[in-house]
């Protein structure tokens, strides 16, 4: 893990946990747990597994002026123009915008990309276990690698 991804995680946990309990989103003090290879608990479970935390983004989002919120809908390619992404392709539309985020879920459903990306976690087959949705297979980095993107922290994570 890189030290200064760390240093803002720590400086700003803190803020943006208010921040979503400011949008609606519940957290129960007795659902405190030790996330990851922590001892100590201070994971925080949001209510309903975390399902809540996209309900209450998906509210504020909907609320905005010029911003479109396309939920349960398979991007098929970002659309790119002069080396730009311009917006997203699904099966039957291209949709433009000045600005694109991809909220994939990371790739633990993905067999496959965790053998080339996370060889460690792979090598424990079965025991290996993801706290995403069957969709979370590595979209987001595929469309980020197919526009220009690039990885970094090959063979860590948190599954």
């Known amino acids: 893990v890189q030290p200064s991804l760390v240093r803002v995680l720590c400086d700003e946990a803190a803020a943006g946990l208010e921040w979503l309990m400011s949008i609606g989103v519940e957290f129960d003090p007795a659902d405190l747990y030790a996330s990851g290879v922590e001892s100590v608990p201070r994971g925080h479970k949001a209510k309903h597994n975390g399902a809540q ?10 609320n905005m002026e010029n911003v479109d919120v396309a939920l349960k809908t398979r991007v098929q390619d970002l659309a790119m123009r002069d080396g730009r992404v311009t917006g997203i392709r699904t099966g039957d539309a291209e949709v433009t915008a000045d600005a ?3 909220t994939t879920g990371g790739f633990a459903q993905s067999p496959e990309k965790l053998h080339r990306y996370y060889p460690e976690a792979a090598a424990h087959g ?12 590595g979209d987001g980095l595929d469309l980020g690698m197919m526009a220009g993107a690039d990885l970094t922290g090959h063979n860590t994570g948190l599954l």
Do not use: Y
């Not at 935390?53 to 909907?62: D, H, P, T």
């Open 100 to 102: 694109v985020v991809l």
């Open 53 to 62: 935390i996209a309900e209450c983004l998906e509210g504020v989002l909907s």
């Open 126 to 137: 079965d025991w290996t276990w993801g706290i995403s949705a069957a969709e979370c297979v």
